[in-house]
């Protein structure tokens, strides 16, 4: 089940309606004065936004960019049960070797075995 405040489909619409925006790129960066400040986001601008959120959240950014953001959704996404290949679908990867290596390995933690000996 969705959430309300997490629903992707709901953040997009809230950030067009507060942008004003109709027309052209959707996702731009905004400038010190809350407004609008280009046409779009550059290469880089999606590691800036993560790593600016890693610092506020007391994170060391370093080791976070875009990618993780792509790591999190298929890792998610697969230890949810979704099927690989429609997280490809999704991701847009175009070989099941590539997903894998996004999909990062949690079930070190979730299956150990060592955790089923009473240590």
């Given at each position: 089940?969705?959430?309300?405040?997490?629903?992707?489909?709901?953040?997009?619409?809230?950030?067009?309606?507060?942008?004003?925006?109709?027309?052209?790129?959707?996702?731009?960066?905004?400038?010190?004065?809350?407004?609008?400040?280009?046409?779009?986001?550059d290469s880089n601008s999606v590691a800036r936004i993560v790593k600016r959120?890693?610092?506020?959240?007391?994170?060391?950014?370093?080791p976070y960019a875009g990618h993780s953001l792509r790591a999190g959704f298929?890792?998610?996404?697969?230890?949810?049960?979704?099927?690989?290949?429609?997280?490809?679908?999704?991701?847009?990867?175009?070989?099941?070797?590539?997903?894998?290596?996004?999909?990062?390995?949690?079930?070190?933690?979730?299956?150990?075995?060592?955790?089923?000996?009473?240590?």
């Amino acid at each position: 089940m969705i959430q309300r405040d997490t629903c992707p489909i709901r953040s997009f619409r809230a950030w067009k309606l507060a942008s004003g925006i109709t027309e052209g790129a959707v996702f731009r960066g905004i400038n010190n004065r809350g407004q609008l400040a280009s046409p779009r986001l550059d290469s880089n601008s999606v590691a800036r936004i993560v790593k600016r959120a890693c610092r506020r959240a007391g994170l060391d950014p370093a080791p976070y960019a875009g990618h993780s953001l792509r790591a999190g959704f298929c890792t998610q996404a697969y230890l949810n049960g979704v099927p690989e290949l429609s997280i490809m679908r999704q991701s847009r990867h175009q070989s099941l070797d590539t997903v894998r290596k996004y999909i990062r390995d949690r079930s070190l933690f979730r299956d150990n075995p060592a955790a089923k000996l009473g240590l």
